[in-house]
C-alpha cells in the first residue's frame, strides 16, 4: 500500500471506471496523487530493501525445502501469503552478488605462488636433492613465506608444485609463430592450410598474446573473473531449477 495522498476524484487514472473505495475494482490500480516527491522514491526504494516480514521466511523455507511448490501456489493465484517469486529472485541475487564481490577479489600473485620452477630450481632437480640439501632448500622458502611449513613433507610439497604447474599449464598462453592477424592471413593466402576451427584458435592465440604480452597471471586472473560472472547465470538457472522442478 502507498503511503501518498488518495485522490478526490473517483475516477481510476488508468482505466477510468469509477472507484468503489481505495482501489479500482477493474484493473486494481490505488487511486492515489501520480506526483510523487523524490524524498518519496528515495524512502520507498529503502523501504523496500529493509522490509522483511513473515512472507520472506516462510517462502525462503519453502524454496529450500519443497522445491516447485511456490511456482504451483503462485500459478493457482495464492499470492498474498508469499512472495514473488521474480523479485525475490531479483533481490537475494542482488544482495548476493553485491556481498560477495565485496569482499572476495582474486590476486593471481597470492593464489598462485609458483609454477614450474621454484627460486629458479626445476621441479625435477627438488624431486632428486638429498635430505640435507632439500632441507636447507625448504628453509630458505619458508623464511620469505612461513605459509610453506608443510613443505617438509617433500612428498605433500611436490604434489602441491604438480597441481600448481597443472594450473599454470591450463592457463598457458600457447605460443605462436604469427605476431598478427595480418600476418596470419596472409599466410593463409598463400597456401597455409587451416580448417575454420583452427583459424578460430590461432586468431584467440594472437588476441590474448597481444593483450596479455605473455603475461600468465594476467590470463588466469581474467579467466576467474570470468567464471565469477558467469556463476550469477548459474545462479539464475539453478534458482529456476529450485522454482520449477
Given at each position: 500500500?502507498?503511503?501518498?495522498?488518495?485522490?478526490?476524484?473517483?475516477?481510476?487514472?488508468?482505466?477510468?471506471?469509477?472507484?468503489?473505495?481505495k482501489?479500482?475494482?477493474?484493473?486494481?490500480?490505488?487511486?492515489?496523487?501520480?506526483?510523487?516527491?523524490?524524498?518519496?522514491?528515495?524512502?520507498?526504494?529503502?523501504?523496500?530493501?529493509?522490509?522483511?516480514?513473515?512472507?520472506?521466511?516462510?517462502?525462503?523455507?519453502l524454496?529450500?525445502?519443497?522445491?516447485?511448490?511456490?511456482?504451483?501456489?503462485?500459478?493457482?493465484?495464492?499470492?498474498?501469503?508469499?512472495?514473488?517469486?521474480?523479485?525475490?529472485?531479483?533481490?537475494?541475487?542482488a544482495?548476493?552478488?553485491?556481498?560477495?564481490?565485496?569482499?572476495?577479489?582474486?590476486?593471481?600473485?597470492?593464489?598462485?605462488?609458483?609454477?614450474?620452477?621454484?627460486?629458479?630450481?626445476?621441479?625435477?632437480?627438488?624431486?632428486?636433492?638429498?635430505?640435507?640439501?632439500?632441507?636447507?632448500?625448504?628453509?630458505?622458502?619458508?623464511?620469505?613465506?612461513?605459509?610453506?611449513?608443510?613443505?617438509?613433507?617433500?612428498?605433500?610439497?611436490?604434489?602441491?608444485l604438480?597441481?600448481?604447474?597443472?594450473?599454470?599449464?591450463?592457463?598457458?598462453?600457447?605460443?605462436?609463430?604469427?605476431?598478427?592477424?595480418?600476418?596470419?592471413?596472409?599466410?593463409?593466402?598463400?597456401?597455409?592450410?587451416?580448417?575454420?576451427?583452427?583459424?578460430?584458435?590461432?586468431?584467440?592465440?594472437?588476441?590474448?598474446?597481444?593483450?596479455?604480452?605473455?603475461?600468465?597471471?594476467?590470463?588466469?586472473?581474467?579467466?576467474?573473473?570470468?567464471?565469477?560472472h558467469?556463476?550469477?547465470?548459474?545462479?539464475?538457472?539453478?534458482?529456476?531449477?529450485?522454482?520449477?522442478?
Amino acid at each position: 500500500m502507498s503511503h501518498l495522498k488518495e485522490r478526490k476524484e473517483k475516477n481510476c487514472l488508468n482505466c477510468n471506471a469509477q472507484v468503489q473505495g481505495k482501489y479500482c475494482h477493474i484493473c486494481g490500480q490505488e487511486n492515489i496523487e501520480p506526483k510523487e516527491s523524490a524524498w518519496h522514491l528515495v524512502s520507498h526504494f529503502f523501504q523496500d530493501i529493509t522490509h522483511f516480514d513473515g512472507k520472506f521466511f516462510s517462502s525462503l523455507k519453502l524454496l529450500i525445502f519443497k522445491p516447485g511448490f511456490l511456482s504451483r501456489e503462485y500459478m493457482m493465484g495464492r499470492r498474498a501469503s508469499y512472495l514473488n517469486p521474480i523479485r525475490f529472485y531479483v533481490f537475494t541475487s542482488a544482495l548476493f552478488f553485491l556481498i560477495f564481490f565485496s569482499l572476495y577479489h582474486f590476486d593471481p600473485a597470492e593464489n598462485l605462488k609458483t609454477t614450474g620452477d621454484v627460486n629458479k630450481v626445476p621441479i625435477s632437480e627438488i624431486r632428486t636433492m638429498d635430505s640435507v640439501r632439500y632441507r636447507a632448500f625448504v628453509d630458505k622458502i619458508i623464511a620469505s613465506d612461513s605459509s610453506f611449513q608443510f613443505a617438509y613433507d617433500r612428498q605433500q610439497y611436490l604434489k602441491y608444485l604438480d597441481s600448481i604447474a597443472l594450473a599454470a599449464a591450463t592457463f598457458r598462453i600457447t605460443p605462436s609463430k604469427f605476431k598478427s592477424k595480418k600476418e596470419y592471413d596472409s599466410a593463409l593466402a598463400h597456401g597455409k592450410d587451416h580448417n575454420w576451427i583452427e583459424r578460430a584458435m590461432v586468431y584467440k592465440q594472437i588476441d590474448n598474446n597481444e593483450k596479455y604480452k605473455g603475461d600468465k597471471k594476467a590470463v588466469m586472473t581474467a579467466f576467474i573473473n570470468i567464471l565469477l560472472h558467469l556463476f550469477r547465470k548459474y545462479f539464475l538457472l539453478h534458482y529456476h531449477f529450485l522454482l520449477y522442478c
